[in-house]
């Protein structure tokens, strides 16, 4: 006999911030919720990303949640930018704070989700074999959270252990005396290079692109810089919120092009000090004029030559394309581990690597030899946790499909033809290229309130419009061609993934989002279809 199906009013499908704060909204509004959960914990991102090293590039007194005064209040951040293990902690925190885990599901991974017109509700089907039937079905499925494995021959052949940075084990791994290879140099490899180059006997990095990266600065948040943001925290969160990033990075008004060149010397100097994400408030053309944008990855390829002994290495090492086009990377001692006796690194950006073998790697005829393998190749990013589960909408339209040639979104939280299903931080909104907790928040609270309208209105189903759909992805088209963000192969544009559509994702400005949402909203929800039956 087949279990009986489950009847909620909102099923979300993850236990990152996103599904976390969408089931405390929901169960304030005195809705029956439910998250599905994949994993065997929650955290998402942070759950999986538990490689040596894993650490957030936004500070933690950002990236955290604000919609509680007393949690915020409450929670002490040790260091300026968080270790993926305080963020689980953090997140464990929150689940038992608003007693969250009654209604939240381990081990059961959403295979698929599918419309039923008839009796217009979700039925959502798990990995453990239950259905669940409801009004809403929410995606916080995570923008990075699909890891990409790359195709490459004769994987399976390898006799030692295999890991990517983004399923990294529980248990965690022990390298030392081991000769181990890193692919990839992006940001998980370049937090995980440095810690893996102290443990292991050989630690050999095979490289496609360098990537932009500068000192993170991380260090113990003192008492009184906790307790001065603690005294004015309101208007710190306001601060971010009022910039494009949904953080505060401290940002020139100048163009760089209004300045002299000993003053921009002196801008580039100063956000080396302060570092990290700051370098996106350096200039306010960085991101627009090639030539400002040239001069800032000039300045950094000096510091990579400064820093890095072997100036063959230091050559390979220094970042040939836009600044930031690629998210910038945070590190601590990335360029320094390439002075190590221990540490080499084999450029491969024009010769990949060829297979896999038994005991290594073969790149042309260099064969290398290694205990263990670390692909640290990132993610099919934003749309790959979507499109692995079979989500069909009205009429069986495959969300797969409809996304054939890149995803289609209004304001990144519905898409046409699937009505009652949102995503939150889906493509089409700012998600990735702000503060992921503050773009969060505001998705939770959009879909909050668009569920009380319903419900004072109601109406039993809210779908986008594709005409409004269709705008909204010509007007995120246009905002990200307006920049230089369309100019390298990021993960942003899906470039990343053989095959991927290249279609540039995020929208860039959190405040003129936040300010469209909140006007389509008080428009009665203009671009959506809201229907009684
Ligand atoms: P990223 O930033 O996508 O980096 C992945 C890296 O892996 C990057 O250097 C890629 O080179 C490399 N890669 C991918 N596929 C291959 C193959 N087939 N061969 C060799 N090298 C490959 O992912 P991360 O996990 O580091 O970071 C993702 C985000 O997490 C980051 O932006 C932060 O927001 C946190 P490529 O550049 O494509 O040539």
């Avoid at 890891?147 to 030692?160: C, D, H, L, W, Y």
């Avoid at 991380?218 to 810089?225: F, G, I, M």
């Avoid at 092009?257 to 350096?282: H, T």
């Avoid at 990377?329 to 221990?342: F, K, M, P, V, W």
Wanted: with cysteine; proline share 4%.
């Amino acid at each position: 006999m087949s279990a009986p199906i489950k009847q909620l009013d909102v099923v979300i499908v993850g236990s990152g911030f996103a599904g976390l704060y969408m089931l405390h909204t929901a169960r304030q509004l005195g809705l029956r919720a439910r998250v599905l959960e994949g994993g065997s914990g929650p955290g998402g991102t942070w759950f999986w990303n538990r490689y040596p090293g894993a650490r957030c590039d936004i500070e933690s007194m950002q990236y955290s949640f604000q919609f509680d005064r007393d949690l915020q209040q409450e929670w002490e951040w040790s260091e300026r930018y968080a270790a993926q293990p305080e963020i689980l902690a953090y997140i464990d925190h929150v689940i038992e704070r608003f007693d969250l885990a009654g209604d939240i599901q381990f081990n059961s991974r959403v295979e698929s989700a599918i419309f039923d017109e008839v009796n217009g509700r979700w039925m959502v089907e798990t990995s453990a074999g239950e259905t669940f039937s409801s009004t809403f079905c929410i995606m916080a499925t995570g923008c990075l959270s699909a890891a990409n494995m790359p195709n490459i021959k004769g994987r399976e052949t390898f006799s030692g252990p295999v890991y990517h940075t983004g399923q990294w084990p529980q248990d965690g791994v022990d390298f030392s005396g081991l000769k181990v290879a890193v692919v990839g140099t992006g940001s998980s490899a370049i937090q995980t290079i440095p810690l893996v180059a102290e443990q292991a006997a050989q630690l050999t990095v095979f490289q496609r692109t360098p990537s932009f990266t500068v000192p993170a600065r991380n260090r113990a948040l003192t008492q009184s810089e906790k307790d001065e943001i603690k005294a004015n925290y309101d208007d710190y969160r306001a601060l971010g919120k009022s910039q494009d990033l949904a953080w505060d990075a401290a940002p020139n008004e100048n163009a760089a092009s209004d300045l002299s060149d000993a003053e921009i010397v002196a801008e580039c100097e100063r956000r080396w000090e302060m570092g990290a994400l700051y370098w996106y408030g350096a200039f306010s053309d960085l991101l627009t004029d090639q030539k400002t944008n040239d001069i800032v990855a000039q300045f950094v390829r000096g510091k990579v030559r400064e820093m890095v002994k072997d100036p063959k290495v230091a050559d390979i090492l220094a970042p040939d394309s836009v600044f930031g086009c690629k998210r910038v990377c945070a590190d601590t001692n990335y360029y320094a581990t390439y002075n190590r006796d221990n540490v080499s690194l084999v450029d491969i950006s024009s010769t990949p690597i060829d297979e896999i073998t038994s005991d290594g790697i073969r790149v042309d005829d260099t064969s290398y030899e290694f205990d263990a393998i670390i692909f640290a190749t990132g993610f099919d990013a934003m749309t790959g946790s979507l499109n692995k589960i079979d989500i069909r909408g009205r009429s069986g339209l495959k969300l797969k499909d409809k996304w054939a040639a890149g995803p289609r979104t209004y304001l990144g939280l519905q898409t046409a033809g699937f009505p009652n299903l949102f995503t939150i931080s889906g493509p089409g909104s700012p998600s990735v290229l702000t503060c992921m907790v503050t773009s969060i928040e505001q998705h939770v609270e959009f879909i909050r309130d668009a569920i009380v309208y319903m419900r004072e209105h109601d109406m039993k189903y809210i779908e986008a419009t594709a005409e409004a759909e269709d705008a909204w992805v010509d007007h995120v088209n246009e905002v990200a061609g307006s920049t230089l963000l369309n100019n390298c192969n990021s993960w942003y544009l899906g470039a990343n993934v053989p095959g991927k559509p290249r279609v540039f994702m995020p929208y860039l400005g959190f405040p003129a989002y936040a300010a469209k949402c909140e006007e389509v909203a008080e428009q009665g929800y203009e671009g959506f279809v809201l229907g009684a039956a």
